[in-house]
């Protein structure tokens, strides 16, 4: 393939965010079998026979999909949405770095809906991967990793995460090409996965899972264009050694993000720069919690538009994904801007909108407040 197609076709390519484990696999000859120990023969009056080692029966795909959406969560910080797996049996989860850059702090949404406050150990700033911990899944089965994995062209594989917020889908397809590697803004990636499964926003820092063996071959970041088709996954055993090395010893300070702000929220939560609330605004009325929502209006804005009002005018909006979350400072406080893809239901049926908005955010007596806003759609 040409270098000039790839030089094209790579400036087209994505981080798909506001749009994943480490454990030993041990085989055995029998399940029944003593270490280091010969399997008995057993005598009959007749004659004697040896017992046949037993085999774990293979899964189906169907329960290689359910035993998986147990271990993958979905996360929300400042910088959006996006997706993530138990690793490890301390409560570690296996991310995109871009999915919670910015963010000491990230809410952890399971299977069953559960969530969780889940704290970044681990960031890298030029190898898209961070590492989250949860203390309460701690001691929970993680997702078996394919350490030794030797990729073909052809193998069958299972993307699971929450593009476009639509939690617990899974995709599948082919890995479809190898050895990728390109820039996207500060990260770096290497010798990629090329697959055929449709990943898009929210599924970022989600598995790449073997459809055969219910292993994880890599983590799910980035897409060559929305229509494209084409996805890339950063290799599981590329990434591992240094996953482990944050849960072993977790950093005592996050780097610095890409444009030089700090992480922002605190061990406590609270809010740590304009960008935070305005992700909280959109996550209220992705809950449905409009007088959370409402309450973080400033009251010229308030006075606009009754709180009936308001909330009619969100009933009929679903999931709401946040992608390019950005911050300007200015001498009243600062201009944040982001772009949002919501889930609209309509009546020809549900369709997803995307949005460019820009949100004036400064204090109101005492208390942090987005006092204008105004956007358009992006077509």
């Not at 057993?42 to 026979?49: E, G, P």
């Not at 010798?191 to 990943?199: C, F, V």
Request: glycine fraction near 12%.
């Amino acid at each position: 393939m040409s270098k000039g197609f790839w030089m094209s076709t790579l400036s087209c390519l994505i981080i798909i965010g506001l749009g994943s484990g480490g454990a030993y696999i041990i085989h055995r000859s029998a399940e029944n079998q003593l270490a280091g120990q010969p399997l008995l023969a057993v005598q009959t009056s007749a004659k004697t026979v040896t017992p046949v080692a037993k085999t774990k029966p293979q899964k189906t795909r169907k329960e290689i999909i359910e035993d998986s959406q147990k271990r993958v969560v979905t996360i929300e910080s400042g910088s959006g949405l996006g997706s993530g797996f138990l690793y490890n049996n301390e409560g570690d989860l296996l991310t995109n770095a871009h999915v919670v850059a910015g963010s000491a702090q990230v809410t952890v949404r399971t299977l069953n809906h559960k969530e969780y406050k889940g704290k970044v150990i681990g960031i890298g700033t030029d190898i898209d991967i961070a590492v989250v911990r949860v203390q309460e899944l701690k001691k929970l089965d993680p997702l078996p990793v394919a350490e030794r994995y030797k990729p073909e062209i052809g193998d069958e594989i299972l993307a699971l995460g929450s593009p476009l917020g639509l939690e617990n889908t899974v995709t599948t397809g082919i890995i479809s090409g190898l050895g990728r590697s390109f820039d996207i803004d500060s990260y770096t990636y290497s010798n990629l996965y090329q697959i055929s499964a449709p990943i898009t926003h929210g599924n970022s820092g989600g598995p790449l899972v073997n459809a055969e063996t219910g292993e994880v071959l890599g983590i799910n970041s980035a897409a060559a264009t929305e229509e494209s088709g084409i996805g890339f996954s950063i290799p599981i055993s590329s990434i591992l050694q240094q996953a482990r090395e944050w849960s072993k010893t977790p950093m005592t300070k996050l780097p610095a993000i890409a444009d030089g702000d700090e992480y922002g929220t605190d061990s406590g939560g609270a809010v740590g720069d304009e960008r935070d609330i305005v992700a909280y605004f959109y996550q209220s009325l992705s809950n449905g919690d409009y007088v959370t929502a409402y309450s973080l209006l400033g009251s010229d804005w308030q006075s606009g538009i009754s709180y009936e009002n308001f909330r009619a005018g969100y009933l009929n909006t679903g999931y709401i994904t946040l992608d390019h979350l950005s911050l300007e400072e200015q001498a009243d406080g600062a201009m944040v801007r982001v772009e949002i893809t919501a889930e609209e239901r309509r009546k020809s049926g549900t369709v997803y909108q995307s949005y460019r908005m820009s949100y004036t955010v400064g204090y109101e007596n005492g208390e942090l407040k987005i006092l204008h806003g105004k956007g358009k759609k992006i077509q």
